[in-house]
């Protein structure tokens, strides 16, 4: 796992959005996973702005989301589905037609939980999944206990991630969905290269098991010890509970194994 110490949110935005911006030199109709949440938004700012700078081409790159809520009325704002499409797929220019998401308003939930991993096979995979980090160690919304083996279901929300995301909903808990479809564990490990940002105090404790800490279903973070290709990009104060912070300090900073990511 390559744990990369940025100074704050944006520079690690910075770093993450040319990653992607690489990949997407590279293989023109990558498909990237998104994550929602606040995390993710430097980002798919700094992305944003590199294709208006015409430093990168994404005309032809494709999107997908990592989760839904479930029972959310068609077209919410705050649908994971709307999110992506206002935080990503409109400011880099792409089309809908290239964005594919699970569905959370279908009438056959698990029908429609096996047939987003179906659609993700049959587009080839992942490239680079971006995800974010739960205060209790959550990656997509398996929340602690999920199997690490897990495909794309449907799952409870813990009342702290539903007291976590209460502030898009105007604070008030009556709004926040219960229920997600989230890409399973087994899924998220299946892209080619996970790569978490985590920024702020509050992921301190999360991140520091989620690296250092042991594998564990009660981490689900922790799976990505498991991933042949992990970049864990965090800034100083979501650093701060890690043991071998000077360490990773040392070994990662501005040196080209993680340049290239
Ligand atoms: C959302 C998601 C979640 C968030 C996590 C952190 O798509 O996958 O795992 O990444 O809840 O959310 P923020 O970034 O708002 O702290």
Known sequence: MEVVIVPDAKAGGELIAEAMAALVRRKPDALLGVATGSTPLPVYEALAAKVRAGE???????VCQLDEYVGLPAGHPESYRAVVLREVVEPLGLSEAS????DGSAEDIVAACEAYD?????????D?????????????????CSSLASRTRIKTLTEQTRIDNARFFDDDMDQVPHHVITQGIGTILDARHLVLLATGEGKAEAVAQTVEGPLSALVPASAL?????????VDEAAASKLKLADYFRHTYANKPAWQGL
């Open 128 to 144: 680079l999944q971006l995800l974010g980090i739960g205060t209790d160690g959550h990656i997509g919304f398996n929340e602690p």
């Open 99 to 102: 964005f594919m998401g699970p």
């Open 225 to 233: 010890q498991l991933h042949r290709h992990a970049t864990v990009v």
């Open 118 to 126: 179906r659609a993700l096979a049959a587009a080839g995979g992942v």
């Open 56 to 62: 990168v081409d994404a005309s032809r790159a494709r």
